[in-house]
């Protein structure tokens, strides 16, 4: 089973930027569109940005302009890059790979945190 394992969270002062990674591994398919979520404390998961295996991408308003999804197929690793970062951007991010149905074809890991503070 496909597993997605991300990294590169932490602690920021707001304004500041941080890339975040995601590696997939067992049967990754570089077909898979591909997202990241994040999940503020008591609030639901939220898709932040998706990006097509042909890159074509889409964002949550509250990041467009300030986020950017990428991705390198050759070493099934899809990154977020976060700058002007708010506080309201706090969370735990992870990655996953959504159907067109949105649900997910992996369980979901620990994900990274994001604490974005002064």
């Known amino acids: 089973q496909v597993q997605f394992v991300e990294s590169g969270g932490g602690l920021v002062q707001p304004g500041g930027s941080l890339r975040l990674p995601c590696a997939a591994s067992g049967p990754f398919s570089s077909i898979y569109t591909m997202a990241w979520y994040r999940q503020a404390p008591g609030k639901q998961r939220e898709l932040v940005a998706d990006i097509t295996r042909g890159g074509s991408t889409n964002y949550a308003d509250s990041v467009k302009g300030r986020f950017t999804i990428s991705r390198a197929n050759a070493k099934n690793t899809v990154y977020l890059q976060m700058n002007s970062l708010k506080p309201e951007d706090t969370a735990v991010y992870s990655c996953?790979?959504?159907?067109?149905?949105?649900?997910?074809?992996?369980?979901w890991g620990p994900g990274t945190q994001v604490t974005v503070s002064s």
């Open positions: 996953n790979a959504p159907r067109l149905d949105k649900t997910v074809r992996a369980p």
